[in-house]
């Protein structure tokens, strides 16, 4: 694909177009030149990237769902949040009212691929995924805090 007719956040290797704050996280470029979004190292850094913060929404403010976990990455004020929340829940089978466990490899590389096709336009590759997800594991095992 040329790079020109990538997504934003495919070019930054942020598959889930986190923007920039104080917050750091492993496999994140040094040198920036995104002035909005972060620029990680690989894909699987932008994967692992999406997973800690997804589970630092559930640990710290309690969006343990994916209608209050979308609703917080993608907020109305920036979003058609209601129809992100109904594509990610036909995309995974997911209710969207559900419990989630963001320590759960059944789930969590589920609905991380199906909110970067949402951010990207176009499907996540499933191997980059599982690494970006065994780079979290390997970090934060089974319900540690979330991190950077």
């Not at 996280?25 to 040094?30: L, N, P, R, S």
Request: proline share 5%; glycine share 8%.
């Amino acid at each position: 694909m040329n790079t020109l007719k990538k997504s934003r956040g495919l070019r930054n290797l942020n598959p889930g177009n986190i923007r920039r704050s104080k917050v750091r996280y492993k496999g994140e470029k040094a040198e920036s030149t995104d002035p909005e979004f972060r620029q990680f190292e690989s894909m699987e850094w932008g994967y692992r990237a999406m997973f800690v913060l997804l589970h630092t929404y559930s640990v710290r403010y309690g969006c343990d769902t994916l209608s209050k976990m979308i609703s917080r990455y993608a907020p109305p004020s920036e979003n058609d949040t209601q129809a992100y929340i109904r594509r990610v829940a036909l995309r995974t089978g997911i209710d969207p009212d559900r419990r989630i466990d963001t320590s759960d490899p059944s789930v969590m590389p589920k609905v991380v691929a199906a909110m970067s096709e949402v951010e990207n336009g176009t499907g996540a590759d499933r191997g980059e995924v599982m690494r970006g997800w065994q780079l979290y594991v390997d970090d934060f095992g089974e319900g540690e805090a979330g991190k950077p």
